[in-house]
């Protein structure tokens, strides 16, 4: 396991070497055309930035490749979410380090102390990597399959920006005997195959029509399909190889091997993190809070995951998702 006082965090030189082990297994790649390896990228060795106060002669720019096919200059951070950032690379590998490590995650504060930049510097980093941890799931295929198991669920977390008076359908709200219920909370489906891989959603409102949208999206229809009674899911379960229910209400929560405890004990880890750690949390960033505890999930230890190998595939993760504060069609990110 690695050590926080590793050299990857500790000296920038060692990150950089570190940070293209895992993204160039096989020789350096241009981001611009694709060149692979030694006789298509040269590395430039005396490079400097341009003079500064600091470093009048200019700061040695280590790292910088050339692309002998399009001829374009580039490090192992262009492309990424690490891109033109003015944070030192060693700090970046401990911070992704760190959220990847943490099972309920770590607080922008906890890191801003940590690694010494501002808060909002730090919040903004556990964004960057937020998106980072975004999985393709198009290339990794439906959950569940032939003779396997999916569970579904929703859960309500936090209020909703704009609470609305009444129902959808003007109707007003009643509060439900057990003191809970879905009223102007925000809604999220979660799907997760047994031993397998979890995926949520941040909905705008759990309807019978958006709960099927992302089943038949992300589930395959051949899995037994395992919920609580909510009816959500009383259509969409029959285009599914199976589809068995327990009622929660009247205390059924195991029958056989019938059950939703594994995607009720993903919420759990879920919310115990959002209330402990994070606390508040805007509803325009929720999604990015979900995929960073997806990430974490299928990565888990029972899968034979350890912290290192947690933040080396991230650092594979990294490429095409850059994220910057501000966006020509916003005024900025926050």
Same mark, same amino acid.
């Given at each position: 396991?690695?050590?926080?006082?590793?050299?990857?965090?500790?000296?920038?030189?060692?990150?950089?070497?570190?940070?293209?082990?895992?993204?160039?297994?096989?020789?350096?790649?241009?981001?611009?055309?694709?060149?692979?390896?030694?006789?298509?990228?040269?590395?430039?060795?005396?490079?400097?930035?341009?003079?500064?106060?600091?470093?009048?002669?200019?700061?040695?720019?280590?790292?910088?490749?050339?692309?002998?096919?399009?001829?374009?200059?580039?490090?192992?951070?262009?492309?990424?979410?690490?891109?033109?950032?003015?944070?030192?690379?060693?700090?970046?590998?401990?911070?992704?380090?760190?959220?990847?490590?943490?099972?309920?995650?770590?607080?922008?504060?906890?890191?801003?102390?940590?690694?010494?930049?501002?808060?909002?510097?730090?919040?903004?980093?556990?964004?960057?990597?937020?998106?980072?941890?975004?999985?393709?799931?198009?290339?990794?295929?439906?959950?569940?399959?032939?003779?396997?198991?999916?569970?579904?669920?929703?859960? &309500?977390?936090?209020?909703?920006?704009?609470?609305?008076?009444?129902?959808?359908?003007?109707?007003? @709200? *009643? =509060?439900?005997? $057990? +003191?809970?219920?879905?009223?102007?909370?925000?809604?999220?489906?979660?799907?997760?195959?047994?031993?397998?891989?979890?995926?949520?959603?941040?909905?705008?409102?759990?309807?019978?029509?958006?709960?099927?949208?992302?089943?038949?999206?992300?589930?395959?229809?051949?899995?037994?399909?395992?919920?609580?009674?909510?009816?959500?899911?009383?259509?969409?379960?029959?285009?599914?190889?199976?589809?068995?229910?327990?009622?929660?209400?009247?205390?059924? &929560?195991?029958?056989?091997?019938?059950?939703?405890?594994?995607?009720?004990?993903?919420?759990?880890? @879920? *919310? =115990?993190?959002? $209330? +402990?750690?994070?606390?508040?949390?805007?509803?325009?960033?929720?999604?990015?809070?979900?995929?960073?505890?997806?990430?974490?999930?299928?990565?888990?230890?029972?899968?034979?995951?350890?912290?290192?190998?947690?933040?080396?595939?991230?650092?594979?993760?990294?490429?095409?998702?850059?994220?910057?504060?501000?966006?020509?069609?916003?005024?900025?990110?926050?």
């Amino acid at each position: 396991m690695t050590n926080l006082n590793s050299p990857i965090f500790q000296s920038e030189d060692a990150a950089r070497e570190h940070l293209e082990a895992q993204r160039w297994p096989d020789g350096a790649v241009c981001p611009h055309c694709g060149c692979v390896g030694d006789k298509h990228v040269t590395p430039i060795k005396g490079a400097r930035a341009r003079p500064s106060a600091a470093h009048p002669e200019g700061k040695e720019r280590k790292g910088l490749y050339q692309c002998n096919g399009c001829r374009r200059q580039f490090t192992v951070t262009v492309g990424t979410v690490f891109e033109r950032s003015k944070v030192p690379l060693h700090k970046w590998l401990l911070a992704t380090y760190l959220l990847t490590s943490s099972k309920k995650g770590m607080s922008a504060h906890q890191l801003h102390r940590t690694i010494g930049v501002t808060y909002k510097t730090a919040w903004f980093m556990f964004h960057r990597i937020r998106e980072a941890m975004k999985e393709d799931t198009s290339s990794s295929g439906p959950l569940g399959g032939e003779g396997k198991t999916v569970e579904a669920d929703e859960t &309500y977390y936090g209020q909703v920006d704009n609470p609305r008076k009444t129902r959808t359908d003007g109707t007003p @709200f *009643k =509060r439900s005997k $057990r +003191g809970r219920g879905p009223a102007n909370k925000r809604a999220v489906v979660s799907l997760v195959e047994r031993g397998g891989s979890v995926r949520s959603f941040h909905v705008k409102h759990a309807t019978k029509a958006s709960v099927r949208e992302i089943l038949v999206k992300n589930a395959s229809r051949k899995s037994k399909l395992y919920t609580d009674e909510s009816k959500l899911y009383t259509e969409t379960g029959k285009e599914f190889a199976k589809h068995r229910t327990v009622h929660h209400a009247s205390g059924e &929560y195991v029958r056989g091997d019938v059950h939703s405890n594994t995607i009720e004990n993903y919420f759990s880890v @879920f *919310k =115990r993190g959002m $209330r +402990g750690i994070y606390q508040h949390c805007g509803e325009a960033h929720l999604q990015r809070y979900l995929t960073e505890f997806d990430f974490r999930y299928n990565r888990r230890s029972k899968l034979g995951f350890t912290d290192d190998d947690r933040h080396n595939e991230l650092l594979k993760m990294i490429a095409g998702k850059r994220l910057t504060y501000r966006r020509p069609d916003q005024a900025s990110f926050a």
